[in-house]
């Protein structure tokens, strides 16, 4: 009897193949400090983040000029880049529709994390469910 030979085209991407992927290995440096929160609105599609993404925020980290942030803003979370002009801290959305947080007498900021990575999922159609 011949050997028997599969039917269809072998898949150049076999020999790619990798062990499963551990997202918390390979996003979470810092387990303690880290946590998970879905975005909202429109304001860092610029930045890469859409509505319904997830956003990996690292609160261990330090907030520097250009870091996106989750900040809250006389007890109003947002997620924006923190810019500094030199003298004075602001938050800058990456949608042109949205003017910068700027910071008079009495707001108060609160910083809670920098973004280190965000999560997209596409629609699938087996479950319908995503962005």
């Known amino acids: 009897m011949a050997t028997p030979v599969a039917a269809g085209f072998p898949s ?3 020999q790619y193949i990798e062990s499963p992927l551990d997202l918390n290995e390979l996003l979470v ?4 400090a880290t946590f998970f929160v879905r975005a909202a609105g429109d304001s860092m599609i610029g930045a890469g983040i859409r509505p319904g993404d997830i956003l990996v ?3 261990s980290l330090d907030a520097r000029d250009g ?3 989750i900040a809250c803003v006389d007890n109003e979370f947002t997620v924006k880049f923190l810019r500094s002009d030199g003298e ?10 949205y003017r910068p947080i700027t910071f008079s007498e009495g707001m108060e900021l ?3 994390g920098v973004v280190t990575a965000v999560i997209h999922q596409f629609v699938t159609r087996t479950t319908g469910k995503g962005e």
């Not at 440096?29 to 303690?32: K, L, Q």
């Not at 004075?88 to 529709?97: C, G, I, Y």
């Open 12 to 14: 150049p991407a076999e």
């Open 29 to 32: 440096h810092r387990p303690a």
């Open 57 to 59: 925020v690292d609160r």
């Open 88 to 97: 004075r801290w602001f938050l800058e959305a990456a949608n042109r529709k």
């Open 110 to 112: 609160r910083i809670f």
């Open 67 to 69: 870091s996106i942030v």
